[in-house]
């Protein structure tokens, strides 16, 4: 008798054991995720390459040659839209870009943290980029806290912004808050993003700042293995499509814009001179 009743409990104890340890491996199968550091996404996910326009100012755009006509309409065009979506980008980009040389430190909370100071645009800041993994969603979430006492307003543990990107880092979102009203904590830019490899990428950016007259526009920026889109959605112009491509090899494109010769499209070549078509 006190044989069976052994026998049965050695069985059950050994069940127990058995389930303990397959709830375990289950469990530790997920953990890595959390107790390693989540990978950065890519700095690519925050700015638009517009290196082939960068070095044209307002003054070398006037005395370029009248052949250019239709190079030099779509270098203008991006001239202002750089004032009005990249602007909100460029110093917060700057400021992460810092973070790919530090080390992380998994706090209390749960979260890693990328702790450190840099400079831009001539102030200095001391940021604190939390990252962590989301498993519901297969998500990593972060955060971008910033303090600076040269920045006007200054800034104290503000939310500078905030974005989820899938694991694997092919796609996800930043969201910008305005630093020039830091207490208010106002959503002034959006940016969507997907990058599956490295020969294609897409970014489009939501202007949400009602202060702005831009407020409502969108911007969308294609690479498509050297072939680059810029496709601007106007919202005050009954949310008109206008493009600018180019060609980053060879250097040639057109501009198709509601407001520039009756909105055809307009091309120009290899060396920006105006051209009646598309490169042979």
Not at 99 to 124: C, M, Q, R
Not at 211 to 238: C, H, M, P, R
């Amino acid at each position: 008798m006190n044989t069976i009743i052994k026998s049965k409990s050695l069985t059950l104890f050994t069940a127990v054991i058995l389930m303990l340890s397959i709830f375990s491996c289950e469990k530790n199968a997920m953990e890595p995720e959390k107790e390693r550091p989540p990978e950065l996404p890519p700095v690519e996910s925050m700015q638009i390459n517009l290196s082939f326009f960068d070095s044209l100012s307002s003054n070398s755009l006037e005395k370029t040659a009248l052949t250019k006509h239709n190079f030099i309409a779509a270098a203008w065009r991006i001239f202002i839209i750089n004032t009005t979506f990249r602007v909100a980008a460029i110093v917060p980009t700057a400021v992460f870009l810092a973070a790919l040389s530090e080390d992380p430190v998994l706090k209390d909370d749960g979260k890693f943290h990328w702790i450190y100071t840099t400079t831009s645009n001539s102030d200095s800041f001391t940021a604190d980029l939390a990252g962590w993994v989301d498993m519901e969603s297969s998500e990593v979430v972060w955060e971008m806290y910033v303090s600076s006492n040269t920045h006007s307003p200054k800034l104290d543990n503000f939310l500078w912004y905030e974005g989820r990107a899938k694991i694997g880092n092919k796609q996800g979102w930043w969201m910008f808050h305005d630093d020039k009203s830091p207490d208010a904590l106002v959503e002034v830019l959006k940016i969507d993003w997907q990058i599956p490899n490295e020969n294609y990428r897409e970014l489009i950016l939501s202007n949400l700042n009602q202060a702005n007259e831009g407020y409502g526009d969108s911007l969308k920026y294609i690479y498509d293995n050297f072939n680059e889109y810029l496709i601007f959605i106007d919202a005050s112009q009954n949310n008109s499509v206008n493009t600018i491509y180019w060609d980053s090899q060879t250097g040639a494109g057109y501009i198709e814009w509601f407001d520039y010769n009756e909105g055809n499209r307009s091309y120009w070549d290899e060396n920006q001179n105006d051209s009646e078509g598309p490169p042979a």
